[in-house]
């Protein structure tokens, strides 16, 4: 199922269970908004902004912060030592593959690492955010009781704001948690399996 409503709505967002606005949070409060985020026009960090912003301290989120760490050691282990290039090369992405042992049944996650080394950028130029983001949509069990909506919300800068609805706030938060928690297990037991193969010994000019 989908994780957005049909419909894009403008300096508005309506909760689908009550119909509270969440916009006009001083006068309609909503149990049922779990989390929100804008698109990082405004300077901040998208998914990862925290309680800075969000009408309802972004607590349903917070789990992704061990998301981006395991992202980033991720990254960090993978990278060729000399990384003078910024990038993988075939032989090393052939042995990466091996070393992971996915097979034909690759994460998606690790698609989003792999496509950040095939267009050649390293972490300082890793926009880290939109590929939680990306992760995050895919993992989430998305359902009539646990969905997000769309607002564009100001004038001359408007920014698309994401907010996420839960019928029940506890746990659309749980399903979310559960969700990114089995991400981060998979990922830290990929570089375990880096570690013991002694990636960073024996990848060079394979």
């Excluded at 996650?109 to 496509?115: D, H, P, Y």
């Excluded at 890793?126 to 069990?141: R, S």
């Amino acid at each position: 199922m989908s994780n957005r409503g049909s419909s894009v709505e403008r300096d508005a967002a309506h909760c689908p269970f009550c119909g509270a606005d969440a916009v006009n949070w001083v006068n309609e409060d909503c149990i049922h908004l779990i989390a929100d985020f804008g698109d990082g026009s405004d300077g901040d960090r998208g998914i990862m902004c925290g309680p800075d912003g969000s009408r309802c301290g972004n607590a349903a989120l917070d789990c992704l912060t061990s998301l981006e760490r395991a992202l980033q050691d991720f990254v960090e282990t993978v990278k060729p030592s000399e990384y003078s290039d910024k990038r993988l090369n075939k032989a090393e992405a052939a042995a990466l593959d091996r070393a992971l042992g996915f097979g034909d049944q690759a994460p998606n996650w690790l698609g989003v690492i792999s496509e950040v080394f095939n267009n050649g950028a390293g972490l300082e130029d890793f926009n880290i955010d939109v590929w939680i983001e990306g992760i995050w949509t895919a993992a989430v069990p998305w359902s009539d009781r646990l969905f997000t909506t769309s607002s564009y919300i100001g004038t001359m800068a408007a920014t698309d704001v994401t907010f996420v609805w839960a019928a029940d706030p506890k746990d659309g938060s749980n399903q979310i948690a559960k969700s990114i928690e089995r991400i981060v297990d998979e990922i830290r037991n990929a570089i375990d399996r880096l570690a013991q193969s002694n990636w960073h010994v024996t990848h060079d000019g394979v």
